[in-house]
């Protein structure tokens, strides 16, 4: 009983992006969208996806995913691509088998895009200067910046922002304060690789709903408080295409 999401829209009017003040912690990855700012407009992102197979809910990515401000070489360009699975299997992961990237478009030399990676950092997993990664709000949405071989941590942090407006489906953060067991705190904060839900949100540091709650509001995505189990079934393959 294959489930179909047809459409994932999110149309947004920010008054002030994610505050994230980037007050980098240390050990583990999942920074702030510190460079998000703060700024007026009106951001809308469309994308598609579409239920598949037996396992579950899909929700299926396709992304662009531009490096910016020069040309990365093809040994580079080869290395972004090799990472890409294995942040289609975090994203897996803490879904419980239920949303992959399905393609990813790497563009060389270009602007704009899903993902943005400078070509300075092309090579690193952070983006430097004590910024792990951000998520920022373009003119075509919300879009990730960081570097090309981001952890899959990091890499679904942003993600969360990015895709389900997480955390609390406002975009807030869970490390500062008493941090909490989700990939949307860090790890010095009690971050994991899970999103947190009902029973374990730390709502003595954060008055807005757990991850799961949001994620379930907005999405078909199923999650029962407190189950953490894998789901069913093996990871997706994710289609990488470079475009130099
Ligand atoms: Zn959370
Ligand atoms: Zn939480």
Not at 93 to 107: D, E, F, L, P
């Amino acid at each position: 009983m294959a489930k179909r999401i047809t459409v994932f829209l999110i149309a947004v009017t920010i008054i002030a992006a994610a505050g994230c003040s980037s007050g980098h912690k240390s050990s583990r990855p999942a920074l702030p969208p510190g460079g998000g700012g703060t700024g007026t407009g009106t951001g809308t992102g469309t994308g598609t996806g579409t239920g598949t197979g037996t396992g579950g809910t899909y929700l299926e990515f396709d992304y662009i995913w531009a490096i910016g401000g020069g040309s990365a070489t093809a040994a580079q360009l080869e290395a972004v691509k090799n990472n890409i699975q294995n942040l289609s299997n975090g994203l897996y992961a803490i879904g419980q088998g239920q949303q992959y990237i399905r393609k990813v478009t790497i563009r060389n030399n270009s602007s704009g895009g899903d993902i943005v990676t400078p070509v300075s950092v092309v090579a690193s997993g952070k983006l430097g200067g004590g910024l792990w990664a951000k998520t920022s709000l373009g003119p075509d949405g919300w879009y990730i910046t960081c570097g090309g071989l981001v952890d899959s941590y990091t890499f679904a942090h942003e993600h969360g922002h990015k895709e389900f407006a997480l955390a609390g489906g406002v975009r807030k953060e869970e490390y500062t304060g008493s941090g909490c067991a989700c990939v949307m705190s860090t790890g010095a904060s009690g971050g994991r690789m899970q999103y947190c839900d009902d029973s374990n949100h730390n709502t003595a540091d954060y008055s807005f709903d757990s991850c799961w709650t949001a994620i379930r509001s907005s999405t078909q995505m199923e999650h029962t408080d407190g189950n953490y189990s894998s789901g069913s079934g093996s990871q997706p393959i994710t289609e990488v295409v470079i475009v130099n």
